[in-house]
């Protein structure tokens, strides 16, 4: 079976059809060798979550939304209206991805 990965961003759930393969991949045997040695007892006690304010189920994680009021400059709410339908999420996300750069929120980016 070949390697597949996927993505998703903040907020959105995987597909239908993407928990379908997931599904499906589990059902497959792990093979462990040098390259992919199993992991001890110890090792998997000291799994982190990427993000620990997570839920359980990360995928399915939606941050709470707080209205404010906010003066931003002219010039960049005009460039992300103009981007369309959408552009106060896309500010959100970008706001988010610079707290994550700047270590005031735990995350990748």
Do not use: W
């Amino acid at each position: 079976m070949a390697m597949v990965t996927s993505q998703l961003k903040v907020g959105s759930a995987p597909s239908k059809e993407a928990l379908a393969r997931v599904k499906a991949a589990a059902k497959y045997p792990v093979t462990f060798d040098e390259d992919c040695p199993e992991l001890t007892d110890q090792e998997l006690r000291e799994f982190r979550t990427v993000n620990p304010a997570l839920h359980a189920n990360p995928a399915y994680f939606k941050p709470k939304k707080k209205q404010i009021t906010l003066k931003i400059d002219a010039d960049v709410l005009e460039a992300y209206r103009e981007t369309g339908k959408g552009y106060q999420t896309r500010m959100n996300e970008a706001l988010r991805n610079s707290a994550i750069a700047a270590g005031l929120l735990q995350g990748a980016i």
